[in-house]
């Protein structure tokens, strides 16, 4: 059994900064990739940015250069650090987990992908 909760999110004025944070419970022994994921108004989820437990990160071109991902795997967190913010930044953005490895009564399971509930993000003046 495992939850993903999302926080940080909120108004910002465009140029401005804002970090996301993410954090997995549950019995967890690893996460193989953790990410981000966001989706505008009226449009599809879209990747943001992934990083797997060994450091390997992976950006949207849109986001390059402003946007860091970085993780703690000792306390099974993502972060999203934003920089520069746009007005097509504002989104629901969404905390992902992935190749999730668990404990449950003694035994080990591998589960599926996980899913935050997302938080809103607007950039705006």
């Known amino acids: 059994q495992v939850q993903l909760v999302e926080s940080g999110g909120g108004l910002v004025q465009p140029g401005g900064s804002l970090r996301l944070s993410c954090a997995a419970s549950g019995s967890i022994r690893s996460i193989n990739s953790m990410g981000w994921y966001r989706q505008p108004p009226g449009k599809q989820r879209e990747l943001v940015a992934t990083?797997?437990?060994?450091?390997?990160?992976n950006y949207a071109d849109s986001v390059k250069g402003r946007f860091t991902i970085s993780r703690d795997n000792a306390k099974n967190a993502v972060y999203l650090q934003m920089n520069s913010l746009k007005s097509e930044d504002t989104a629901v953005y969404v905390c992902h987990a992935g190749g999730v490895t668990y404990y449950s009564r003694g035994r080990s399971y591998s589960g599926s992908d996980y899913w935050g509930q997302g938080t809103q993000v607007t950039v705006s003046s």
């Open positions: 990083i797997t437990s060994g450091g390997m990160t």
